[in-house]
């Protein structure tokens, strides 16, 4: 039986997760919240996405995402506006409207790029770790 497609992006949502957050993560394995800069550990810290995972064209690039707790990614709806600070900080001056423009563009990964994500992220995890 083959697998449902709800289940693959279940999945590369965990690992793509799981090696942003492993990725920011400093050798005690703690992770700076990019907006209120507070430290939490890898497995307390979420992944904030600056688009919503909504957005496929956007919702597994390494650029629209980052490190956020809980108060911020969730309570607080991703503090949009200090994340596009922050990402126009680290990839310069007007990239959080290039990430906009990319985001409203229609995107449908087929099944097996998603699968082929999943591998290229427990990859990149494995390299991190």
């Known amino acids: 039986m083959a697998i449902k497609r709800s289940t693959i992006i279940k ?3 965990a690992i793509f997760s799981l090696y942003i957050r492993n990725y920011y993560a400093d050798s005690n394995g703690q992770v700076e ?3 209120c800069k507070r430290f939490y550990p890898v497995a307390k810290i979420q992944n904030g996405h ?5 957005n496929y064209a ?6 629209n995402v980052a490190p ?7 309570m607080q709806q991703g503090q949009q506006f200090l994340f596009s600070k922050w990402i126009d900080k680290k990839y310069g001056e ?5 990430i906009l423009e990319r985001s409203r563009t229609t995107v449908k990964f087929s099944t097996p790029e998603l699968l082929d994500m ?3 992220y427990t990859q990149k995890l ?4």
Do not use: A, H, M, P
Request: charged share 30%.
């Open 11 to 13: 999945k590369l949502d």
């Open 33 to 35: 919240c990019i907006t």
């Open 50 to 54: 600056f688009i919503s995972r909504k």
């Open 58 to 63: 956007t919702r597994w690039s390494e650029d």
């Open 68 to 74: 956020q707790c809980y108060g911020c990614n969730v």
């Open 94 to 98: 007007g990239y959080s409207q290039t």
């Open 118 to 120: 999943i591998d290229l």
């Open 126 to 129: 494995k390299d991190l770790l």
